[in-house]
């Protein structure tokens, strides 16, 4: 019986250091892409085109859904 509680406490430390390994790869590549688009508390140039390109895409996603809503009438 003691053997059965061993092997059932191995599995579970075994399983959560692969969910914090998962989390600590997440967290790293989180981090990377995040320093491409800012760094030292400003926007680098390829953040300021994300930026650019999400409001155009905002503005044109208006534009669209107000066309159609008019078409539609």
């Known amino acids: ?12 430390d075994q399983a959560g250091d692969a969910v914090t ?3 600590g790869v997440l967290n790293d590549g989180v981090g990377g892409v995040t320093q491409l688009f800012w760094a030292n508390g400003n926007l680098t140039v390829l953040g300021t085109l994300l930026v650019i390109g ?20």
């Open 1 to 12: 019986m003691d053997t059965s509680a061993n092997l059932v406490t191995e599995i579970f």
């Open 21 to 23: 390994g998962f989390t």
């Open 54 to 73: 999400i409001g155009v895409g905002v503005v044109y996603f208006g534009f669209r859904l107000i066309r159609n809503l008019i078409r539609r009438a």
